[in-house]
DNA sequence: GCCTTCCCTTGACCCAGATCAAGTCGATGA
DNA sequence: TCATCGACTTGATCTGGGTCAAGGGAAGGC
């Protein structure tokens, strides 16, 4: 694909038009950005931009998942970032991307021409106010992702990585049930890896052994369910409730 | 000390007036965050503020180094972030702080009061401005770091972080020696352990390695000589000169 | 139906870095 | 002058997770 598409799909519908940048916007503000937007979609494994390459625009993922990862020359990668429906994608002032940003899943997002969006964001306080706040949540959760890179085991590694996407997708999917908590992996091993500083080997049999132990239940390999997300916390080596993502 | 202190210190004369959250405010600016400004200095060791703790306010690092940790339960600690001078402490919008904040050497901080900052942040847009230039700049810090902590030896992990300390004292004492640098490490063997996700046991190790091998030369514990800068980029694993600091 | 390919699992072995344990060095103070 | 203390170094040993290798199983193509 990689196509402009016309989804006939406008701000008013927009899934993600109260947590995205231009959440706070007036309708006058919404129009100035309409006027320069565009719709692209990704099928899942598909680069959306390379580190390096001249950025011609920023955007926000209306669905699916994109990763920022970085590669050291060796081919050694780390996964820095995932970029959840409504996430921000792209650095206002600067014209290459620093990493590279691949689509997880089927992807589709919402495009603004960079040169007109940053014209916009010096005129209108809105976008670059709720870009502020995005950054600062996007910073935390940087923060708390170094403290598992550095300092937790493999075993809590996974916890806390199953820990963030089960609760993010509780809180998408109002569906709570109780305290059982079901979903889908959204990466493959290989992805987690990536994200947890580890090896593939090492994260399939780190998921065994929760399974084995009765942490969580797998129905093959992606579907998991969580019989009581406290046990699971408690085995990330989190305290209470810490750990939010981007 | 923990004391408010009058420096005697006026924005005209201070030596962060280009790089702060404050850079690019006009006078009339300038004097409104002066009515709600005043500075503290911290001893080496001193806790600034404890995660969880109230924030009062927020501000910009002056002169020093202060850290950002996180701590685990059990007391695994893991720094994720260094304020140098110019780095701005706090989020506005939140009050209580996240991080314990913990003076690394001799500290002045210029403060705000917290609310009335955020008020001014509202009302006047420089601020804002900087503070999401600033923002960005640490999240691409973080993601950088993240490299570090996931996929890099040991050795890598020494060598990035004196490339880094080197690389901002060069920018800072304007002496640009040829292509010898020489510093002082801001940071005792175990707040290199914490930054990097090892023991200070391993920093040492390693330390003593890079001497050996003669990528660096070192004069009592904490005086670094750089003979060469190119090769301690390799020894980083970095293409080129990749790795800023916040 | 069968072959290929991708994703995943599991086992055997190894090594970088953690852990445990003694020191050394230099500054401070009695 | 000597004791103390914090920062650091170095050695011996252990181990969690990496590496290498051999498969399994499901989906898609021919």
């Known amino acids: 694909m990689n196509e402009i598409v016309n989804?006939?799909?406008?701000?008013?519908?927009?899934?993600?038009?109260?947590?995205?940048?231009?959440?706070?916007c007036d309708a006058d503000e919404l129009e100035q950005l309409d006027a320069i937007k565009f719709y692209r979609s990704f099928e899942a494994g598909q680069t959306v931009i390379w580190s390096g390459d001249r950025m011609e625009f920023v955007g926000s993922v209306v669905s699916g998942i994109a990763s920022l990862t970085q590669t050291m020359e060796d081919g050694r990668t780390q996964m820095v970032g995932l970029l959840l429906p409504s996430d921000f994608?792209?650095?206002?002032?600067?014209?290459?991307?620093?990493?590279?940003?691949?689509?997880?899943?089927?992807?589709?997002?919402?495009?603004?021409?960079?040169?007109?969006?940053?014209?916009?964001?010096?005129?209108?306080?809105?976008?670059?106010?709720?870009?502020?706040?995005?950054?600062?949540?996007?910073?935390?959760?940087?923060r708390e992702w170094?403290?598992?890179?550095?300092?937790?085991?493999?075993?809590?590694?996974?916890?806390?990585?199953?820990?963030?996407?089960?609760?993010r997708d509780a809180s998408l999917n109002l569906g709570r049930t109780a305290d059982a908590m079901v979903f889908d992996l959204p990466l493959t091993r290989?992805?987690?890896?990536?994200?947890?500083?580890?090896?593939?080997?090492?994260?399939?049999?780190?998921i065994s052994a929760l399974k084995r132990d009765g942490v969580i239940v797998l129905e093959g390999k992606r579907h998991v369910t969580v019989p009581n997300f406290q046990r699971l916390l408690d085995e990330a080596g989190d305290d209470s409730d810490g750990g939010m993502m981007a």
Chains 1, 2 share one sequence.
């Open 7 to 24: 989804l006939s799909m406008g701000c008013d519908n927009c899934p993600i038009k109260h947590r995205a940048v231009c959440a706070r």
């Open 89 to 142: 994608m792209g650095r206002p002032g600067r014209d290459s991307a620093s990493y590279d940003v691949v689509a997880t899943t089927d992807l589709v997002m919402c495009c603004f021409r960079r040169k007109p969006f940053e014209k916009l964001m010096n005129e209108t306080p809105h976008v670059a106010q709720r870009l502020l706040e995005m950054t600062l949540d996007e910073l935390d959760a940087a």
């Open 146 to 167: 170094m403290l598992v890179l550095g300092r937790k085991t493999a075993r809590e590694k996974i916890a806390s990585l199953l820990a963030i996407i089960g609760r």
């Open 190 to 206: 290989e992805a987690m890896a990536d994200y947890l500083g580890l090896t593939l080997e090492t994260v399939s049999r780190q």
